[in-house]
């Protein structure tokens, strides 16, 4: 969860900069419409998933996954396909499509994949896991 949460800050943080940069986003306190606020969620949950499954099925790692020592595999100990690891995360970005309901659905996958992460004792693999036939290791 650590590694997540380093990643889809360091993945927002870019974005930002991104955007204030190429003068897509004010830099100033201006208030986004609602139009404008759904387009960057959006824009925003599609970089992160393409970051995370990319990442992951290249190298096994995300950055903060290889500064913590973990990587991703499939079950049988396989490198991670594309696949795989696109099925893994796609909940976790999924809420942005639905207006209104989309962050409390961001705020509950990950807390999902979470606490099905803790019961799994000893593997620890979450929902997501399960669902894309991988696993966290050490690396």
Same mark, same amino acid.
């Given at each position: 969860?650590?590694?997540? !949460? ?18 897509? +986003?004010?830099?100033?306190? /201006? *208030? ?13 949950? %599609? ?8 990442? =992951? ?12 020592? !973990?990587?991703? !595999?499939? +079950? ?21 499509? %639905?207006?209104?309901?989309? *962050? ?16 799994? /004792?000893?593997?620890? &693999?979450?929902?997501?896991? &399960? ?5 966290? !290791? =050490?690396?």
């Amino acid at each position: 969860m650590g590694a997540y !949460i380093l990643d889809l800050l360091a993945v927002n943080v870019a974005l930002v900069v991104i955007g204030v940069r190429s003068g897509l +986003v004010s830099s100033t306190a /201006e *208030v986004m419409s609602q139009d404008q606020a759904y387009i960057a969620g959006v824009v925003s949950s %599609v970089v992160a998933l393409l970051y995370f499954a990319l990442l =992951e099925a290249a190298f096994g790692q995300t950055v903060a996954k290889r500064m913590l020592g !973990i990587r991703v !595999i499939m +079950v049988d100990g396989t490198r991670a396909t594309l696949r795989a690891t696109s099925t893994r995360r796609v909940l976790f970005f999924a809420g942005m499509l %639905v207006p209104l309901v989309g *962050v409390l659905f961001n705020f509950a996958v990950p807390l999902a994949a979470l606490i099905t992460a803790i019961q799994d /004792e000893p593997v620890g &693999r979450g929902f997501h896991d &399960r669902w894309a036939g991988t696993t966290v !290791i =050490e690396a």
